[in-house]
Each structure stands twice: as C-alpha cells, then as structure tokens.
C-alpha cells in the first residue's frame, strides 16, 4: 500500500488525517513521531521538517509542501536533493491572503489606526478621504496569490502595480518586472504589499533603499516572509517618519521573541503569521490531486524549480 507520511509542529494534526484519509481513501496515513519503518514511506507532507526527517526515507518519491512557501523545506540540509518538492496551491489559501492584504491596506487607507485612538478619548475628529482612483497600490509577486492580491485590489478601485521576476500581463494591472521595473514603480505606492516566495533573489528586498523609493507616508504590509523585510531599515523609517505605518504577518524570526521592537511600536499592526491558512478541508483535495497525478505519471502542480528557487 502506499503510505504518505504527515508531519507538522503547526497544525490540526487529527483534522488533517480525517481530511487525508477521505480525500486519499487508498492510502495509509502516518503521522510523526511513530511512523515505523522510514524504507515504507513514498510521499511525505509536511510544514517544518526537522533536519534529517526526510533524508532518513530512503524511498520517498515526493514532499508535499504544507505551505505556498517552500523555504522551511529547503531549510534542511540533509534534504534529499533528487525527491521533487511541491508547494501548495490552493483557492482558500490564496482567498485569505488576499483579505489579509485587502485588511492591511485598508485599515490605513481608512484612518483605523487614528480612529482607534481616538475612541477611548471619545474624540469626534472626522478625516477627509484618501482618493481611492488616485492611490497606487504595488503588489511584489504576481504569482497565484499576488495576482489574486493585484486583481481585488482593481476591483477595489485602487491603481495597482505588480512586480515580477518576468514579464507578465495582467489585464487591468500595471505590471513590472525586474529591477528597473521595481524602481518605477516604487515612488508611485502609498501601498506596498509583499507577496513574494523568500529567494536567495528577494531577501532583505524591503530595505534601506526600497523604503527610501515609496512616497513619504507610505504603508508597508508583508504576508511574504519575514526574511523579505530588514527590521531595522523598516524600524528606522518608521521612527524617522518617512512611514506612515507597517501591517505584518510574517517576522525575521517566528514566534516573534517577546522583547522585539515591533510588538509594542505604536506604528506596526501585526498578526502571528495567519494571512493565509492551510485548511485540511480544502487544501487535503489539493494534495490527493498531485499525489494521484504522481502515482498515474501524470505532471504535478506546483513543483518547485530548483534553479529559480521557488
Ligand atoms: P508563486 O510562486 O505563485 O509566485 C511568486 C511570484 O513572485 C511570481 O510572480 C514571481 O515572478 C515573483 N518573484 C519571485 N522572485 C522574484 C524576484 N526575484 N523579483 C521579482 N519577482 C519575483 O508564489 P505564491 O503566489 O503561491 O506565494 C507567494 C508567497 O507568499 C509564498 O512563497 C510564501 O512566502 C507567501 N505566503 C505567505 C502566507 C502567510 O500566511 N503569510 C501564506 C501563503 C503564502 P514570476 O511571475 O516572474 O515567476
Ligand atoms: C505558506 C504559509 O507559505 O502559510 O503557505 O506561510
């Protein structure tokens, strides 16, 4: 029989395996820590592996990734360069990151983080409205979710920018790529939403210089990677007061140490890492569909280009 092993640290491990189980009615399910016999797992799937978990699995044919990001999979040394790697793509996973985005920007765009402090003053202050034809939007990453992103953002009425690595077109958007591009578009956004996949290309891209291209009283949001933001350059502009504000899912470092500088800065609105979830409900008929592929040699969605890095 085939045996799909499941490891996660973060997730509803039972939900999952009841999901699984449906979806994949022909294969066992295992779960970590007490999966016997490593030689019997084909498929792995999994969301922070330890070093050495899948390297100890000697005929593991794929690792499902239970993310869109694979960056905590690659993480790991030891992994088995040969087994092909495939992220998650989902329909409820992209819908909620892009109503994190939408919170995000919205939140400022509509003077929250003012009205909130004005509240418990019972302080009657009305202010007068950004023009929503008027403000850009830039969306870093027009991939399935920043196309999601940019595409809510337009029906929205915002102007809206999306960068990529290559060229694409999205009707409606205003697309860019590459460094000119990302250098265009910069200065127009009030706006600037990171969707990207962390890549040896796309780390530390939210720092000194990029923040020093937005218009004064720009908004940060990242639902990306930590790793796409330097704090410290982020922190600076914020004190500085060349930001208006940062909205952020994702941290440098998760769970976000206690004493870090974000948590009680009063110009950062941040959740722990939930823009967008992996619900088993929907994301275990993702996999069962890959993993079906795979067993009746049919191409995969999602598999990771090694080269590209994401
Ligand atoms: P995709 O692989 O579908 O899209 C990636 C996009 O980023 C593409 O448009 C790609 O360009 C662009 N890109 C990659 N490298 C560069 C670069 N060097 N310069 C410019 N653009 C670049 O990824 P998804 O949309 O599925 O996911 C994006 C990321 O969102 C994930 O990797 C993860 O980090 C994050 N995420 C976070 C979650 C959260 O809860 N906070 C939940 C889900 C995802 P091109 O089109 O040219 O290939
Ligand atoms: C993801 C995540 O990449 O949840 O899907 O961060």
Redesign the pocket.
Known sequence: MTVLLFHSPDDPVELWVAELRRQLPDVEIRTTPDFGDPSEIDYALVWKPPAGLLASLPNLRVTFSI?????HILADPERPTHVPIV???DDN??D??SE?AILGVLYFHRFMPEYMAEQPKAIWDRRWPIYTPETHVGV????????DVAEKFRVLGFQVHG??????EVAGIICH??AAG?EAMLPQCRYLVC?????D??RG?IGARTIAALPEDAVVVN???GGHVVDEDLLAALDSGHLRGAFL??FNEEPLPPGHAYWRHPKVVMTP?????LVPQSCAKAIARNLNAHMSGAAMEGVLDLE???
């Open positions: 993310a869109a990001g694979i960056d992220r998650m793509l996973l992209r909620m990151m994190w870093l990453g027009l991939g399935a979710i920043g196309r960068w990529s690595r290559t060229p694409r790529h590459g990302l969707v990207l996949p962390l890549t290309e796309t891209i639902l990306g990677r899912d994702v890492h939930v823009a967008g979830e590209r890095g994401y």
